[in-house]
């Protein structure tokens, strides 16, 4: 709605604006009057926005203006009273007892939409010379300049309440996907299951293998919804969760999942050099997709025939992932965008997936309170590092120099 409807409005609507109090402030120095205020024009009086009152009349916002302190003319035309006890257009009102207002100023405030706001008035118990055509000039451009700050007001209003609903909706939509993501799984789980058993009871070779194809993907799908399961999380809470535990082993879990790759693939070839001689305390399964995400990635993206590297060790501080491969390097143009949700690999023909896989990789790394970075030139192949910090004492004494979660460079080709 393009208007400040109701007094309440206007009286926070003025209320939000710094430079109110210093114009009424202005206006009573150089107009030698006590009281000067911004109304807003309602069915029955005007009610005060904001006020000066050195007179001491009582006058605060959110009041509606007594009636026997206004002069009431029917014209919204400017109104300039130097003595209302001699004026003729006075003579038939009934003199204020309350309020002794001798002299008065009042001009409009109109929008640039021509909507009327309410009035820029000053009052005086005492007669003033204010009949100049400087002080009501002065009074018609400090109500331009409260006109265009209300405008202003509106549209910053107008705007933030667009950007409130735009992030409800997508907060929705999020929402929907992940409730959808759940909801698949059910289904999934039963044609897995089928699948499964058909491979299974099936003697004929050729109906065998497409049980098993259908398996296959299955195990895709259900790693998409996965990833659309964690990107709406992220999304919508804190970050992925984590359930940190000390893990006496991460050699096993490593090598768990390079088989598994190695199975999926089994022409493709991957040299893994794991060396964690000490426990680490890490989600397992969050680091496992880590290293399942960055190998899968890098033998789809690989050049085709050479083999992937895959190596873990620790230092003094840090648990150390890195995963190389050979192959045209990642453009500069899309270094800065790879962790990224929805990126997918520019040089690569292969386009399966969301985009997903690196961008909740940096996540889980972050959420770990580490870095995920990555290198990549022709001469030296592609390369992301993942860098853990060991234990609670590491995270500490790191908290004061933390790098950025996701770091990128670029080798001279």
């Not at 029917?74 to 007892?97: F, G, M, Y």
């Not at 909507?115 to 009501?136: C, N, S, V």
């Not at 089928?194 to 050729?206: A, H």
């Not at 993206?301 to 003094?316: F, N, W, Y």
Request: aromatic share 4%; net charge negative; charged share 25%.
């Amino acid at each position: 709605m393009d208007s400040f409807a109701g007094a309440a409005c206007g009286v926070t609507a003025i209320a939000a604006m710094d430079a109110v109090p210093g114009l009424l402030k202005v206006l009573c120095e150089i107009a030698g009057m006590k009281v000067a205020l911004v109304t807003r024009a309602t069915d029955n009086a005007p009610t005060i926005c904001a006020v000066k009152d050195a007179a001491q009349f009582g006058l605060h916002p959110g009041m509606t203006l007594p009636l026997d302190m206004t002069f009431r003319f029917d014209s919204l035309a400017p109104l300039v009273i130097e003595h209302a006890s001699t004026d003729p257009r006075c003579s038939n009102q009934q003199r204020p007892k309350r309020y002794p207002v001798e002299s008065c100023v009042s001009v409009p405030i109109t929008r640039a939409n021509g909507e009327y706001f309410g009035d820029l008035a000053a009052f005086d118990p005492r007669p003033a010379k204010i009949a100049g055509p400087h002080i009501l000039t002065m009074f018609r451009e400090f109500a331009a300049i409260i006109a265009g700050l209300l405008d202003n007001q509106l549209l910053r209003e107008k705007e933030h309440r667009e950007l409130l609903d735009e992030r409800a909706a997508g907060e929705l939509r999020e929402e929907f996907v992940a409730i959808l993501g759940h909801d698949l799984r059910n289904p999934l789980h039963a044609i897995y299951a089928t699948g499964d058993l058909l491979e299974r009871k099936l003697s004929d070779p050729d109906l065998s293998g497409m049980a098993s194809r259908i398996k296959a993907n299955v195990r895709r799908m259900s790693a998409l919804i996965d990833d659309v399961l964690d990107f709406a999380r992220g999304r919508l809470g804190d970050g992925i969760g984590l359930e940190l535990t000390e893990i006496e082993n991460i050699n096993t879990g490593l090598a768990t999942v390079i088989q598994e790759l190695r199975d999926a693939q089994p022409d493709s070839i991957i040299l893994s050099d794991i060396h964690v001689n000490r426990a680490v305390r890490c989600d397992l399964g969050r680091f496992q997709q880590v290293a399942s995400n960055l190998l899968g990635n890098a033998l789809t993206h690989g050049l085709a025939g050479s083999p992937v590297k895959i190596r873990a060790t620790v230092d003094e501080e840090e648990l150390v992932l890195e995963v190389w491969n050979a192959g045209e390097p990642i453009p500069a143009e899309s270094l800065g965008k790879i962790f990224e949700p929805f990126w997918r690999h520019s040089v690569s023909a292969s386009r399966n997936g969301l985009g997903l896989g690196l961008h909740i990789c940096s996540q889980i790394v972050r959420a770990h309170d580490g870095r995920l970075s990555v290198t990549s030139s022709r001469e030296h192949g592609t390369q992301f590092t993942a860098r853990l910090p060991l234990g609670a004492q590491n995270l500490r004494r790191r908290a004061d120099r933390r790098p950025p979660s996701s770091e990128i460079s670029r080798s001279n080709q």
